[in-house]
């Protein structure tokens, strides 16, 4: 365990509920993660998936969260915190939406959302690290004050490190 406060894992914004998984959220991020265009996970693989994020969570305290919309009540993606390539103590923000949720400012507002639940645990600082091509992510950590700290190659191409000091 750590230093640091459980994450709230239920957060509200103007249009958007982040809140745990749950089984029944296995056909619909399925159909998200085969949005990559790298084939279609099964159902079955799915559920694994959620299961291990759940375990995860439980022994972080941090959370990858399905985010909804409070109109519609549909799952549009998700939108949280991981480990990823960074540290627990200074984690990385992360988030991906249905394309037909695109370009609404949803995943600002839901990473504001996560920005405001990290600091709520004592953290400090926290990371995001995205392909040097993907233009929106890069402009949506822009629009919530992040700023690039260095650029590291991968096999798959650059990777910018972004860095944003809480709160
Ligand atoms: C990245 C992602 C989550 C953004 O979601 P979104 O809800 O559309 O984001 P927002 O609407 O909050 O903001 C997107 C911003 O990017 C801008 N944008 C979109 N396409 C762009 C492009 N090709 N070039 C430059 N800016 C672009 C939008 O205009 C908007 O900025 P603005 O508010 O100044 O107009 C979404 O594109 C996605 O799920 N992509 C696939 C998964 C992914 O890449 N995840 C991030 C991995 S690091």
Known sequence: MTAFATMP?????ERLTLRPWAESDAAEFCALLSERGKGTPTVEHVRTSIAELLTATATTGIALLPVQRRDEGDFIGYCGLITGRSTLEEPEIAYELFQHAHGCGYAT??????????????????????????????RVLEKLGFERDHVSTEDNGEVVWLTRSLP
């Open 9 to 13: 894992y239920h957060l509200e914004t």
């Open 109 to 138: 507002e839901a990473a504001g959302a996560v920005l405001d639940a990290a600091a709520a645990t004592g953290r400090k600082r926290l990371w995001s690290t995205v392909a040097a091509w993907n233009a929106p992510s890069l």
